[in-house]
């Protein structure tokens, strides 16, 4: 039998975050920006701003499960973002920047279950972790202009103040999981 490729699906926050950092770990084979979530079809960035169409700005990650876990890329989704503030990531506001994790079988939905209940455990004392966990819907790839966005837009302010800071944070914590790159 040979390897699959499986999908996972996170919410956490601007797709242009979660993207640049899903892009550098070693078996993430795409990464692709997009909506989920939400009872709108066909859903387009204008849209989903506006907070109406219950979409989340999500990120789809393609992954060889030979070279990456499931449990690896929890580990870097809770890492990338804040878990505990409701609707929010910084000074991106809305219900389209939740925290979610859209699982697309059982065990992704036990495993991510298991992820919160130990980061929990971890820190009782700690802030409630507020990310869902909840089935995939329909996936609507995001618009061919928010794609590679940090790659594309090094300079854009956003991305200078934000993902990078993401990015770097990413490349020191998680050295193990990265891509190699090639000399």
């Known amino acids: 039998m040979g390897n699959k490729n499986e999908v996972a699906v ?3 926050g601007c797709f242009w975050c979660t993207e640049a950092v899903f892009q550098e770990l070693r078996g993430v084979v795409s990464v692709v920006p997009g909506y989920t979530g939400g ?3 066909d859903p387009t960035y204008d ?3 506006t907070g109406e169409t219950g979409h989340a700005e ?3 990650v393609e992954y060889d499960p030979a070279q ?3 449990r690896d890329l929890l580990t870097v989704f809770f890492a990338s973002h804040d878990p505990t503030t409701l609707n929010r990531q910084g000074n991106d506001i809305g219900t389209q920047y939740r925290s979610a994790i859209f699982y697309s079988t059982p ?3 036990t495993e991510a279950e298991k992820f919160i209940a130990e980061l929990t455990a971890s820190d009782p004392g700690g802030r409630p972790i507020v990310t869902e966990v ?3 819907g329909e996936f609507y790839e995001a618009e061919d202009y928010h794609r590679q966005y940090f790659k594309n837009h090094p300079d854009a302010g956003y991305c200078r103040i934000i993902i990078e800071p993401k990015v770097e944070k990413l490349q020191k914590q998680f050295a193990n999981l990265l891509k190699e790159k090639s000399k």
Request: hydrophobic residues 40%.
């Open 10 to 12: 996170f919410g956490g």
């Open 39 to 41: 009872t709108v079809p």
């Open 47 to 49: 849209a989903v701003c």
């Open 58 to 60: 999500a990120t789809r």
């Open 68 to 70: 990456i876990t499931y």
């Open 107 to 109: 065990e992704q939905k």
């Open 134 to 136: 909840v089935p995939l």
